[in-house]
């Protein structure tokens, strides 16, 4: 069975800085996707990068980037410039490709700092 | 495009009781799934139907059932509630291939008393 484990409960930044949140997970696919998904408070999840295990390259959008390390089954987020609207519970998900059930992590709460 | 809609937005039933949840998917997505979120044990996988057809289901007890319909619209239905039920349920959508993003609506907010 797949597991994710997000071992920080809450991180705090202030604003403008930077802040990486770990997550690690558990798998023998070889095949799979990796997500970190954001809900902010009272909001729904919204999707902020995803990974595909077959890419070497790490995934980045905008001031979101991933530190994807396939070996150690690692898959760290990334966020540059925080901002307020950061504020949220990120969640690490895993998903193997047949069946493609989803699979989370306990999930970080981030709280940026003005 | 429309998101992901889920309705009610918040539900109050007492123990026993039967609820009936509805999602309605992204324009064009026919897969949906659902998620239980509670304190405790975070976000679990309850089932995923696509083309009206369950393709994948998580390790829940028989009293959580689902099922969807032509149009792709999904409902999940939860028998003789218990406390433990309570919880915030989210559905998500996706093309249905493996690679496809989930999209999730807003949730229903169930509370069982």
């Known amino acids: 069975a797949q597991t994710v484990t997000q071992s920080q409960p809450e991180m705090s930044v202030q604003e403008a800085e930077t802040v990486t949140l770990s997550c690690t997970y558990d798998?023998?696919?070889?095949?799979?996707?990796l997500f970190w998904y954001k809900q902010p408070p009272s909001r729904q999840m919204i999707l902020v990068i995803r990974?595909?295990?077959?890419?070497?390259q790490n995934a980045t959008e905008n001031r979101f980037s991933v530190n994807f390390q396939k070996a150690a089954k690692s898959f760290s987020l990334k966020i540059s410039d925080s901002q307020l609207g950061d504020t949220a519970m990120y969640f690490c998900?895993?998903?193997?490709?047949?069946?493609?059930?989803?699979?989370f992590g306990a999930g970080t709460r981030l709280t940026v700092k003005p | 495009k429309a998101g992901v809609t889920q309705t009610p937005r918040y539900l109050i039933k007492t123990r026993g009781q039967q609820v009936t949840l509805s999602c309605s998917p992204i324009?064009?997505?026919?897969?949906v799934s659902w998620y239980q979120q509670t304190p405790g044990q975070g976000l679990q996988f309850l089932f995923e139907?696509?083309?009206?057809?369950?393709?994948n289901k998580g390790n829940f007890p028989g009293r959580f059932s689902g099922r969807q319909f032509s149009n792709s619209r999904s409902e999940m239905n939860v028998s003789t509630l218990e406390l433990g039920d309570s919880a915030l349920y989210l559905c998500?959508?996706?093309?249905?291939?493996?690679?496809?993003?989930?999209?999730f609506g807003p949730g229903t907010r169930l509370t069982v008393l």
């Open positions: 798998t023998s696919e070889n095949n799979y996707y």
């Open positions: 990974q595909e295990a077959y890419k070497q």
């Open positions: 324009s064009g997505h026919r897969s």
């Open positions: 139907y696509f083309s009206e057809t369950q393709r």
């Open positions: 998900a895993f998903m193997k490709l047949v069946p493609s059930d989803m699979r």
């Open positions: 998500a959508s996706s093309s249905g291939g493996p690679e496809d993003t989930q999209y």
